[in-house]
């Protein structure tokens, strides 16, 4: 039968997926430097391996004729996303994807390498060939897809969004930000003159940071029988469903950073160790997409581990694990100055929930360019300090390596990815909103240590859902309406302003 050929061939290629996510996350946590032109070439070799394999044409007549056969509702919903991967994936030819890889693996690799010292310079030949890579991907994609090609390729990350419905709600949540920054700001100088922020007990060893994060993951629900944490110089979260590797960044100055970035990937880290495992070889077993991604991540670390209740249940973890002087006579609202600081700043990762969408935004207005070939990429930094000016009224003009280079995205060719990050917080604003009706006492569970109740909603609403509905179909069957911004904007009135 065609259905059985096509589950066969899932488990061959997930089997490829899973020794390509390790060898990316090898490369990116240990991997000496001198191993990196054979790592390039081993993972352009696998990418094109794991391409033929499944882009072959007689795959075509196997799902056509899988539609003949006598198939179960949840069957003909693997089909139906097989096809749209298939599709999706036929637009590349292998030729091109082992080019891509090749590009993408060296580029990033340059691209730490020459990071921390800011040289555009050296960088800008690598990212002209890794944006007009880019290019051709878009346009290749477009033409099959029949999509504009930015939509092509956020259809890669996000299957169903399209730049026509994020654009006006970006330019509505760009135009609520300008005018918000500047207020919250303000209540918090007040609150701030009232009642002074106290400075950390430092230092904070990284062997305590690490055991906090570890009990907190823990105690949220990750399972360290089906993952781990280590150390990378991104934080982020990899690996495969039942594998899930995640990384952190640690500074001994404070504690914090670290933390929130640990419960963000294990927002991640949940989301895959939650989908159903069944279908873990079929792409309707996968995570949705990285709109639907960000929203876990983020729904764990603003809704939950921001919140004011959460903190009454963890300031007695953090003294178990730092030491009964880490936060000394500090009561909830001397942690809450800290968790719920804000301000401008130059880095995307280091960005508070209130100014990170203007960064994101940024991006995606970039990128746009990029893509469609308004702007080249030698002009990056300079359009990339202008609209850092008019939207948080800093420069990067002498700065790139706190400007265009700071982030891994686009050295790796990832383009049409930057969304998904505001996109995937306005949708956990939402998906809070929903829960909250459910349950009007889920912050008392809270305050109890008690994750269950959200687990829980989270399983049946996003997780057991995987990949069988487009990302505004999860959101709408989750929450029982289209996304909207307001949720988000009303969340953060409430946290930055009441």
Request: hydrophobic share 40%; glycine share 8%.
């Given at each position: 039968?065609?259905?059985?050929?096509?589950?066969?061939?899932?488990?061959?290629?997930?089997?490829?997926?899973?020794?390509?996510?390790?060898?990316?996350?090898?490369?990116?946590?240990?991997?000496?430097?001198?191993?990196?032109?054979?790592?390039?070439?081993?993972?352009?070799?696998?990418?094109?391996?794991?391409?033929?394999?499944?882009?072959?044409?007689?795959?075509?007549?196997?799902?056509?004729?899988?539609?003949?056969?006598?198939?179960?509702?949840?069957?003909?919903?693997?089909?139906?996303e097989f096809e749209r991967n298939y599709i999706n994936r036929t637009c590349l030819s292998s030729d091109f994807v082992r080019r891509q890889v090749s590009a993408r693996v060296r580029s990033e690799q340059l691209w730490r390498e020459l990071r921390s010292s800011g040289n555009w310079k050296d960088f800008l030949p690598a990212f002209e060939g890794i944006v007009n890579l880019a290019r051709e991907e878009a346009q290749l994609r477009a033409e099959v897809l029949k999509l504009s090609p930015y939509d092509a390729l956020i259809e890669q990350f996000d299957p169903g969004s399209r730049a026509a419905d994020i654009t006006p709600v970006f330019t509505e949540l760009k135009t609520f930000l300008k005018k918000f920054i500047p207020e919250a700001l303000a209540a918090q100088n007040e609150r701030r003159a009232k009642h002074p922020a106290r400075p950390f007990n430092a230092p904070f060893p990284i062997e305590k940071q690490k055991a906090l994060g570890e009990a907190m993951m823990k105690a949220i629900g990750f399972d360290f029988t089906h993952g781990r944490l280590d150390v990378s110089h991104h934080p982020f979260c990899g690996g495969v469903p039942s594998d899930v590797r995640m990384t952190t960044r640690y500074t001994t100055s404070e504690f914090l950073s670290s933390l929130m970035g640990i419960l963000h990937e294990t927002g991640h880290g949940l989301y895959e160790q939650g989908l159903p495992k069944e279908w873990a070889h079929w792409p309707m077993g996968k995570a949705r997409g990285m709109a639907a991604h960000e929203s876990q991540s983020l729904f764990v670390e603003k809704q939950l581990a921001r919140n004011p209740a959460f903190w009454e249940w963890a300031m007695p973890v953090v003294r178990e694990y730092l030491g009964a002087g880490a936060i000394a006579g500090w009561d909830l609202d001397d942690i809450l100055a800290h968790v719920h600081r804000i301000g401008r700043g130059l880095i995307r990762v280091d960005a508070d929930e209130a100014t990170y969408p203007l960064h994101v935004i940024l991006r995606y207005e970039i990128e746009q360019q990029l893509i469609g070939g308004k702007l080249g990429a030698k002009d990056v930094p300079e359009i990339w300090d202008a609209k850092m000016?008019?939207?948080?009224?800093?420069?990067?003009?002498?700065?790139?390596?706190?400007?265009?280079?700071?982030?891994?995205?686009?050295?790796?060719?990832?383009?049409?990815?930057?969304?998904?990050?505001?996109?995937?917080?306005?949708?956990?604003?939402?998906?809070?909103?929903?829960?909250?009706?459910?349950?009007?006492?889920?912050?008392?569970?809270?305050?109890?240590g008690n994750f269950s109740g959200v687990n829980d909603w989270r399983r049946k609403n996003i997780w057991s859902k995987a990949s069988t509905l487009s990302t505004p179909e999860l959101m709408h069957a989750a929450t029982g309406e289209a996304l909207q911004a307001k949720y988000f904007t009303e969340h953060l009135e409430k946290r930055y302003l009441a």
């Open positions: 039968m065609s259905f059985t050929k096509l589950d066969d061939l899932g488990r061959k290629l997930e089997a490829l997926e899973h020794a390509q996510s390790m060898l990316g996350v090898d490369e990116a946590v240990q991997m000496p430097s001198g191993g990196g032109d054979k790592r390039a070439e081993a993972m352009s070799m696998l990418a094109g391996m794991y391409h033929e394999m499944a882009a072959v044409p007689y795959i075509a007549e196997w799902i056509a004729d899988a539609r003949k056969e006598p198939l179960s509702d949840k069957q003909k919903t693997a089909l139906n000016r008019e939207y948080l009224h800093l420069s990067t003009i002498d700065n790139p390596k706190d400007g265009p280079m700071q982030d891994v995205h686009w050295p790796s060719g990832a383009f049409g990815y930057f969304p998904s990050y505001t996109l995937g917080a306005m949708m956990a604003a939402q998906q809070w909103a929903a829960v909250e009706r459910e349950n009007p006492k889920v912050s008392d569970d809270i305050r109890k």
